[in-house]
């Protein structure tokens, strides 16, 4: 590891190779805390390089406790967290809201980062039980389109890590990994990134998986679609920037997303979304992101009518029945 602090601090890149083994290094703990945090620190000073983006994620999707889709088409939603927003768990209700309109889900998601309450927060606490049993999650596929891949039990690896990043108690590149080591490595997948960097670093990787995909990062550093103001949208096949109007959305504040301070709060307003009975603004990020997946999946249809497809899973209560059949 001196050596490649070394090299590191001398401003040189890492190769693909070379950042995968370090990693694998790393998660067999065969370097001490000091060490690791250095590492972790480096790329707080300075960008991470397309090679080592990849090196590191090709090290996480190694180690992980592998779930296999045979064949079946399902996506992701899944947001980088980090951009320090605090709103409420718009992915997660987004993938709900995907898998009442008929879709699979395979979600895959931790702890809260940028806000008070991640994904495995609010599940948690609505009572979701968390498994790495695939049998079962296979079940749950089948019974509701949609399971839940909670990262500490599927990359069991990253324990060597975990000191580490509490101890630093900031952002750091395995913020960045996260949604790309899905270990289910879905057909596809509706991605948010909380700089314009990084969603150009992720189109590439993602351009190199040869699964489809769709990169959202709002402009005013959100990692969804917002709705606070233009967002950036990049595909297999384009780059777009849309602005709310042109998606058949208002333009929402800040405040209109706010996510609450504690589990019981954001588990609050998602039974309040799931039962219609949530704010116009939570509605409509909600149904703008969901639609965004759906449209991922059938690039064919319109955005407006994926966006449509949503509203029906929300106002016909299906998104609120497969979310009940997930928990039963």
């Known amino acids: ?59 996480l999707l190694e180690l992980c406790l592998p779930f296999g889709l045979n064949g079946m088409e399902a996506i992701d939603i899944v947001g980088t967290g980090g951009d320090h927003k605090n709103t409420f768990n718009v992915s997660t209700l987004s993938a709900v809201v995907v898998a009442g309109a008929g879709y699979k889900v395979v979600k895959h998601g931790s702890y809260g980062v940028s806000s008070s309450v991640g994904s495995s ?62 270990p289910a490595r879905p057909s596809h997948q509706l991605l948010g990134t909380y700089s314009l960097e990084l969603s150009r670093l992720y189109q590439y990787i993602m351009q190199d998986t040869g699964r489809r995909f769709s990169i959202v990062y709002a402009l005013d550093g959100y990692d969804e679609a917002s709705l606070t103001g233009p967002f950036k949208l990049r595909t297999n096949e384009e780059d777009l920037i849309l602005a709310p109007a042109d998606i058949g959305k208002p333009q929402l504040s800040q405040e209109d997303l706010y996510g609450g301070e504690t589990e019981a709060e954001a588990a609050a307003i998602f039974r309040n979304v799931l039962n219609n009975e949530g704010t116009q603004a939570q509605f409509d990020v909600v149904t703008a992101n969901a639609g965004l997946a759906i449209h991922c999946l059938r690039p064919q249809q319109s955005l407006l009518d994926c966006i449509e497809e949503a509203k029906e899973s929300l106002l016909g209560g299906r998104a609120r029945q497969a979310f009940n059949k997930l928990l039963n």
């Open 1 to 59: 590891m001196k050596a490649i602090l070394a090299r590191l601090f001398e401003h040189e890149r890492l190769s693909r190779e070379e950042s995968r083994q370090v990693l694998l290094d790393i998660s067999h703990g065969q370097y001490n805390q000091l060490q690791v945090a250095s590492f972790i620190t480096v790329y707080q000073m300075r960008p991470i390089s397309i090679q080592e983006l990849q090196g590191f994620r090709d090290a």
């Open 121 to 182: 927060n609010v599940l948690m606490e609505m009572g979701y039980e968390f498994t790495a049993d695939t049998d079962e999650l296979r079940r749950q596929l089948d019974r509701a389109n949609m399971c839940f891949l909670h990262a500490p039990l599927f990359h069991p690896a990253m324990k060597e890590v975990a000191p580490v990043r509490r101890e630093l108690g900031m952002k750091t590149f395995f913020n960045m990994l996260g949604p790309l080591a899905n």
